[in-house]
T-cell receptor, first 114, second 114 residues
Framework: DTAVSQTPKYLVTQMGNDKSIKCEQNLGHDTMYWYKQDSKKFLKIMFSYNNKELIINETVPNRFSPKSPDKAHLNLHINSLELGDSAVYFC?????????????FGPGTRLTVL | AQSVAQPEDQVNVAEGNPLTVKCTYSVSGNPYLFWYVQYPNRGLQFLLKYITGDNLVKGSYGFEAEFNKSQTSFHLKKPSALVSDSALYFCAVRDMGSNYQLIWGAGTKLIIKP
């Protein structure tokens, strides 16, 4: 009964490949996020969706494309992977988009680009 | 510009001693403040938040934080540290702009020595 789940947990791939990370939450939340955590542990918001609608789209290369088929799922597709994309990607969810409720994080997907 | 700072990269505390992890912020208006903890190879977990009301906020695992408006601080505290408290701690403040995203500190590594 994991609240926020991500697959895969580990992803090792070659430069130039295309990959996807899936995220699902069973908390009934209406807002979902993608974060990138680099090797220095800095956390950076990438995208946020509220009820399947994009509400935050930070300065992220357009090789990254989020998709929200429904409010319980937010997937991340990455085209033409680069070395600098290596990081841990976290999905999170919360109730409401006003930022006053806590966010629940998934376990992370460690992406390694060779 | 809105920001949050965690001035210490690492804090070392002996088990049983009180601990403090510092956080200062800069926002316009009344801040919404959060603390999260990240254990190794895990996603972030919510500890506590301040929205309004009592300046002393109690959270999970015996942690508390004190909101100090004049010093623009929101330091995390615990009266008696446990070895299991060793983790990475993040302070965050809600962006008062239009998208209400969280602005994250760089994180403080807390090491509790037996």
């Amino acid at each position: 009964d994991t609240a926020v789940s991500q697959t895969p947990k580990y992803l090792v791939t070659q430069m130039g490949n295309d990959k996807s990370i899936k995220c699902e939450q069973n908390l009934g939340h209406d807002t979902m996020y993608w974060y990138k955590q680099d090797s220095k542990k800095f956390l950076k918001i990438m995208f946020s969706y509220n009820n399947k609608e994009l509400i935050i789209n930070e300065t992220v290369p357009n090789r990254f494309s989020p998709k929200s088929p429904d409010k319980a799922h937010l997937n991340l597709h990455i085209n033409s992977l680069e070395l600098g994309d290596s990081a841990v990607y976290f999905c999170a969810s919360s109730q409401g988009q006003r930022g006053d409720n806590e966010q629940f994080f998934g376990p992370g997907t460690r992406l390694t680009v060779l | 510009a809105q920001s949050v700072a965690q001035p210490e990269d690492q804090v070392n505390v002996a088990e049983g001693n009180p601990l403090t992890v510092k956080c200062t912020y800069s926002v316009s208006g009344n801040p919404y403040l959060f603390w999260y903890v990240q254990y190794p190879n895990r996603g972030l977990q919510f500890l506590l938040k301040y929205i309004t009301g009592d300046n002393l906020v109690k959270g999970s695992y015996g942690f508390e934080a004190e909101f100090n408006k004049s010093q623009t601080s929101f330091h995390l505290k615990k009266p008696s540290a446990l070895v299991s408290d060793s983790a990475l701690y993040f302070c965050a403040v809600r962006d008062m702009g239009s998208n209400y995203q969280l602005i994250w500190g760089a994180g403080t590594k807390l090491i509790i020595k037996p």
